[in-house]
């Protein structure tokens, strides 16, 4: 039986948000080791994230029905626990595609979050907020949850600011503003050194390099992506997406034999991707692997 749990700051350490199935065992492990009278704080808490859980394996019927069951029990809770309950339902209506359902929630969750001194929660909810609103609100609400990062004592909001910083550099470069892109994702990569964690750094780094090409500083971004690249090959890893813009910059600078085996190698490795292979008709990644496989067959 797993050691019961003894405060809200530790079910963060139960997540691993790539492999949501096996966090949900581990949440209701935990779950199991409580005494919903001793602490039913930290219980319905705990269900919270079970029903996160349950939406990002798209089991949304299953998570609202979870959240049914704290919603009941919402009358006399903490303002953490109804905070936790207004974030995730409105997560999993956001991700069956009802974000106009979703967003009343999140609003809420910002301002509860906002009154109560929940730093996390309501950058969390800002965050939330800034997905879906239309583009012209987005920056303004992915800028507020980024100045409440950045002021705030939590160790938590580094990875926040990284997250955010990263959200942001994206928005201006689908806007076509690729310095301020590059400046903000630079940001982005001191959050994540800062940090500590190999695997962000890496991210945030690709994201640098992707905007160092469309500035036309094509020598720079290989150099970069080809150090991402002896990374991975140290970890005995492979990363599609570093093959990819390999094989790009090296067809930017005319090197067409040598991109040949990195369209190859992104073609093999991306098209394993299930959300690249299921993703919708509207975002051409069906062409875009094409694309790949013609480039890297070509003779």
């Not at 301002?111 to 907020?129: N, P, S, T, V």
């Not at 990062?149 to 689908?174: F, V």
């Not at 590059?182 to 640098?208: C, H, K």
Request: charged content about 30%; overall charge negative.
């Amino acid at each position: 039986m797993a050691e019961s749990l003894k405060h809200h700051s530790e079910i963060d350490t139960l997540w691993d948000f790539d492999h949501p199935a096996e966090s949900e065992t581990a949440l209701r492990h935990s779950l199991e080791t409580l005494d919903e009278r001793a602490d039913p704080a930290l219980w319905l808490e705990l269900l919270t994230q079970i029903a996160r859980a349950q939406g990002l394996q798209r089991r949304f019927d299953e998570a609202h029905a979870t959240l049914d069951t704290i919603e009941a029990q919402l009358d006399g809770a903490t303002a953490r626990v109804r905070i936790r309950y207004l974030l995730e339902r409105g997560r999993v209506y956001n991700s069956s595609r009802q974000p106009e359902r979703a967003e009343p929630y999140f609003t809420e969750a910002w301002e509860r979050a906002c009154a109560a001194g929940e730093d996390i929660l309501a950058i969390d909810a800002a965050h939330m907020l800034a997905i879906i609103a239309p583009l012209e609100a987005n920056m303004e609400w992915n800028q507020r949850a980024l100045e409440l990062a950045e002021r705030s004592t939590d160790p938590r909001a580094l990875h926040w600011r990284g997250t955010l910083c990263n959200n942001m550099g994206w928005i201006y470069y689908d806007a076509g503003d690729y310095e301020q892109a590059l400046a903000t994702f630079q940001r982005a990569t001191a959050s994540r050194r800062a940090e500590g964690d190999p695997a962000l750094v890496r991210i945030a780094v690709w994201a640098e390099a992707r905007t160092l090409r469309s500035l036309g500083r094509v020598e720079e971004a290989l150099a970069l992506q080809q150090k991402l690249l002896s990374e991975f090959d140290a970890l005995g890893e492979q990363d599609g997406y570093v093959y990819e813009e390999i094989a790009e910059c090296l067809a930017a600078l005319g090197r067409h034999d040598e991109a040949r085996p990195y369209f190859a190698r992104a073609y093999e490795t991306l098209s394993r991707n299930p959300w690249l292979v299921e993703s919708e008709p509207e975002r051409s990644e069906p062409e875009r692997l094409e694309r790949l496989r013609v480039l890297g067959a070509a003779s």
